[in-house]
């Protein structure tokens, strides 16, 4: 079993940057696929942002592309995602997710199979 703890989130301005992490344990991530989800309120979770096992392999929601960066640690077990030039849309809870018969990153949620409680992120105008 894995279980995933995510930390980092918080309030910062229009513009500013936040950088979370998400630190695995029960078992090595290493060769899981990693993404990150965000949830805002009355809306559905959707994908911001995936990681292959090596870090070779990211893809990024059209939304966040170019402000947002994922990569990993396998020797950390940690993934992070580090937010940069924040809006007022990107106010969410941010979820972390691992792929347990993968080691791609995947768009979509039921690609996932362990998923961590999840950090808010709120950004003021």
């Known amino acids: 079993q894995v279980r995933l703890v995510e930390s980092g989130g918080g309030l910062v301005h229009t513009g500013g940057s936040l950088r979370l992490s998400c630190a695995a344990s029960?078992?090595?991530?290493?060769?899981?696929?990693m993404g990150w989800f965000r949830q805002a309120p009355g809306k559905e979770r959707e994908f911001v942002a995936g990681i292959s096992w090596s870090g070779g392999t990211t893809n990024y929601a059209g939304s966040v592309k170019g402000r947002f960066t994922i990569s990993r640690d396998n020797a950390k077990n940690t993934v992070y995602l580090q937010m940069n030039s924040l809006k007022p849309e990107d106010t969410a809870v941010y979820f972390c997710a691992a792929r347990d018969g993968s080691s791609l990153p995947d768009s979509k949620l039921h690609g996932y199979d362990y998923w961590g409680q999840g950090t808010q992120v709120t950004v003021s105008s």
């Open positions: 029960g078992r090595s991530v290493s060769n899981y696929g």
